[in-house]
Structure formats: C-alpha cells, structure tokens
C-alpha cells in the first residue's frame, strides 16, 4: 500500500488529480465566457421562477437578494465549479510539495545523525574529497527521481512553482538541522568544505533533473536554494581566507564587507546572518 502513495507512483496519481482539475477549471472558465453560456444566465437571472429555482442549486452561483447588480453582472454560470476545482488544484499542489519534501527529510535523518560523528566525516573526507556521504546518496536520488517526473510531466510554469516551493523548504530544513541546531564551534574548516560540497550537489542534481523539462526548465536550478548555498559559502569558507571574512563581518564597513561576500559567494545573508553562521565554525576566536 505504501508504494502506492510514495515515491513516483503516489505522485503519478496526485498529479493526474492536479492534470485533471486544471484542465477541467480551464474549461469552466472558457465556457463562462462563451457568449451562449452568457446569454443563457442572463436569461436566468431575468426569469423569477428561474433565478428562484438557480439559487436552489448549490452548484450556481447565489443571485438572490443578498446579491448586488455589481455581483449579478459580473458572475458566470460556472463560478462555483471554478471555484471548487481552482480549491482542488491548489491541494494538489500542496500535497505533492509535502509528500516530496516529508520523503526527503525521512531520508535525510541518517545524514543529519551521522554529522554528529565526526571520525565518519574526517574519514570520508580523506578518502576523496569530491565524493558525498553514502548518507546522501538516498535523499538525493529521491528528490531527483520526483523533480525529473514532474518536469517531464507537467507544463514549466507549473514544476517551476512546485520546485520553488519544495527546494526552498528543503533548504530550510537542512540549515535547521544541520548548521542551527548544532550550535557554536561545531564545524572544522574541512567539514565546512565537506557540507559546501554537499549543498553544491542539492543544486546540481535538482538542474540535470529539471533538465528533463528542457534548458530553460534547468536554468531555473539555482535560486530557490540560495538560503542554503549562502550558508554553505559562510560555513565552508577556506582556512586560507576565514579570517580575512571575519573581520569583513565583525569589524568592516558595509562596502568592504559586500565586497567579501561576493567573493565567497554570498548573495542574500544579512551581516548578523553571517556573523550567526561564522560562530559555527570551531576556529572562529570571538
């Protein structure tokens, strides 16, 4: 049963539900348009007994007395069915941005336990410092899995919108849990490298994924996971340059220190963010 409302195939069913009531709505609204769908609801609303009998029907818009001119004018003979389909595109969406990310961060949980060793971190990124943690591979291959069948699925506009909304979410919940609730001094300058490394690899899976839908779908890859990818520039600067970025931080101007981090690739962060983000790292002396 669960194979049925996870992964690809629970997708596939939520989104002919969003395919299905899109078009339907699209429709609905075609046909309210029509010019013979607006004669004949004017003709309603002229006839007493009609218009009597239409304010009965649940499924037409209400034009009794509580309604205005403005209201009468203005309405379709398909507003409330619209309306109804318009509600179930939008818990469509909604529940393929949970269901995505809710899978994603059920996978994740071993990769955020496994930070907290730090000998499995070193040993890793001795062994090649290029690769990400066997911890990552699963979340990663499932969110590229997902985003690729969307982006083969539906229209650009629409995997745009649900990208955005799922990447960013993500990008939350990884600064949450893996820089936030960590606390002060927990990152060495190569296990800040190591977590820089590993954001990279959200962004450029979710790019070859979206690149299912096109180049133009891919080109979008990068902006809903800026939170992250700054925190990651912060977190992961190199041992070479730290304290050149501290005192950009703590001690510099505000020119000085945008100039800093364009350097490093920051592009969002406010200077009390970065302040707050460089206070994980375990060589910072303030």
């Not at 007493?48 to 309405?75: F, I, K, Y």
């Not at 499995?120 to 499932?142: F, K, R, Y």
């Not at 490298?193 to 839908?213: H, I, P, Y």
Request: net charge negative; glycine share 6%.
């Amino acid at each position: 049963m669960k194979k049925l409302t996870s992964g690809v195939e629970g997708l596939t069913r939520v989104v002919k539900a969003l395919v299905s009531a899109r078009w339907i709505k699209a429709a609905m609204e075609a046909w309210g348009e029509d010019l013979a769908f607006l004669e004949l609801w004017h003709g309603i609303q002229e006839n007493p007994v009609l218009r009597a009998r239409a304010d009965t029907n649940p499924m037409l818009p209400q034009t009794g007395s509580t309604a205005t001119l403005d209201d009468q004018a203005e309405s379709t003979m398909f507003d409330v069915l619209t309306h109804q389909y318009g509600d179930i595109v939008t818990r469509a969406e909604d529940m393929i941005t949970k269901q995505i990310c809710a899978e994603v961060e059920t996978e994740l949980k071993t990769y955020f336990a496994s930070q907290y060793d730090k000998t499995e971190h070193e040993d890793a990124g001795e062994s090649n410092a290029l690769s990400i943690p066997a911890t990552l591979v699963s979340p990663i291959s499932l969110l590229s899995s997902e985003i690729s069948f969307l982006a083969q699925t539906l229209p650009t506009a629409e995997v745009t919108g649900l990208y955005r909304r799922v990447a960013s979410s993500l990008a939350s919940h990884i600064i949450q849990r893996s820089v936030s609730h960590r606390g002060k001094g927990q990152f060495s300058p190569a296990e800040g490298q190591a977590f820089k490394d590993e954001c990279g690899t959200w962004v450029e899976t979710s790019r070859m994924a979206l690149a299912r839908g096109g180049a133009a779908l891919a080109k979008r890859a990068d902006l809903p996971w800026q939170s992250l990818t700054d925190v990651a520039a912060v977190v992961g600067v190199p041992e070479s340059e730290f304290e050149k970025v501290v005192a950009a931080a703590f001690d510099h101007g505000d020119s000085e220190f945008e100039v800093v981090m364009k350097q490093i690739g920051v592009r969002a962060l406010s200077r009390a963010d970065v302040q707050n983000f460089l206070r994980a790292r375990a060589d910072l002396r303030r």
